[in-house]
């Protein structure tokens, strides 16, 4: 039995880490705290007032811990809510990944199962640039995760103070690559991106620049960031 996940799925998962930590973060300060409800023949799902489209991704059976992907269900295959599900099917399909293909997935031989069934959500969510993802308790028995597919949900932008704890987050999740993880969150936001040997460096939005160093291990060794902001004015002398 499986105990860890394929490696082209944790490269995958790596290229989206530092973007999808940030942009969780942004979706989690969004959505308020409460009672929830799904009515997943059109999509909706609320909490504590709030209502957003949604797609469903699939649904972790705690008791024999697997994950069943929403366009293998028969309750959901074929219906709108499973389409995010089979955009997956098809990404996996076209990239050799069989987290996304394979109908039942299963975690039991992983170390921690729960935290396994919350990579492939993560996951799930990077590829298709969902906003965020929801994970709730379905069932005694069952954990069903979700995708927004709702314009109102606010987008994480870069920002300068808090870009260097959002990439050390983010090599920080699967402890791989950490070049791939920086990369991919230039790429995520578009940024103008420079390399070499020992560091990757970025515009930002403001004008600002970001150059992150790389020590041999491939884990970053620093991060620095130029705001780019002017200097405040100093009084001159009296």
Do not use: K
Request: some cysteine; proline content about 7%; aromatic content about 8%.
């Amino acid at each position: 039995m499986a105990t860890t996940f394929n490696a082209p799925f944790l490269r995958v998962t790596e290229q989206h880490a530092a973007w999808g930590a940030e942009q969780l973060e942004r979706f989690n300060e969004f959505m308020p705290t409460g009672e929830w409800s799904a009515d997943l023949g059109r999509c909706l799902y609320r909490q504590a007032g709030r209502e957003l489209r949604i797609s469903l991704l699939g649904t972790f059976d705690v008791s024999d811990r697997s994950w069943l992907w929403a366009w293998a269900n028969p309750g959901f295959q074929g219906s709108p809510v499973a389409r995010a599900a089979e955009q997956l099917r098809e990404y996996g399909q076209a990239h050799g990944l069989s987290e996304f293909t394979d109908e039942l997935v299963q975690l039991a031989g992983h170390e921690d199962p729960r935290r396994a069934a919350e990579t492939l959500a993560f996951s799930a969510m990077g590829v298709l640039g969902a906003a965020g993802y929801i994970g709730v308790q379905a069932s005694p028995d069952a954990r069903a995760y979700m995708v927004p597919e709702d314009p109102q949900v606010p987008r994480a932008e870069p920002d300068a103070i808090t870009l260097p704890r959002v990439l050390l987050t983010g090599a920080g999740l699967l402890g791989g690559s950490a070049r791939r993880v920086v990369a991919g969150y230039f790429a995520r936001h578009d940024l103008p991106q420079r390399e070499a040997e020992d560091r990757m460096s970025a515009g930002l939005p403001n004008g600002g620049t970001v150059d992150v160093l790389f020590d041999d291990l491939d884990r970053i060794a620093s991060v620095h960031v130029n705001s780019g902001a002017p200097a405040p004015d100093r009084p001159g002398p009296a």
